[in-house]
Nanobody, 116 residues
């Protein structure tokens, strides 16, 4: 079973920064979009940011100007740099990959907790 491997979550004070990483197995071919979602307790999973194979990016309004998504093809890794973190950013963050064939892959999730 193909798995995405996330890392970088943790506990940080409001105003702080974290960088999430997601290693994407090279067995996943023809990637269309790589992204990050999050889910807070009692809420639905929501898109945080994604990046296409052409490096076009898309962000949720709530994180624009604070978060940056990027990808390193050589390392087969997608990153989410999170700055100026707020308590409302607290959630489990999931890496996501969508292939051009329509397959969807998820990571196991990494907890991000922002204290006030």
């Amino acid at each position: 079973q193909v798995r995405l491997v996330e890392s970088g979550g943790g506990l940080v004070q409001a105003g702080g920064s974290l960088r999430l990483s997601c290693v994407v197995p090279r067995s996943i071919l023809s990637i269309n979009t790589m992204g990050w979602y999050r889910q807070a307790p009692g809420n639905q999973r929501e898109l945080v940011a994604d990046i296409t194979s052409g490096r076009s990016t898309n962000y949720a309004d709530s994180v624009k100007g604070r978060f940056t998504i990027s990808r390193d093809r050589a390392k087969s890794t997608v990153y989410l740099q999170m700055n100026s973190l707020k308590p409302e950013d607290t959630a489990v963050y999931y890496c996501n990959v969508l292939s051009t064939l329509g397959y969807v892959y998820w990571g196991q999730g990494t907890q991000v907790t922002v204290s006030s």
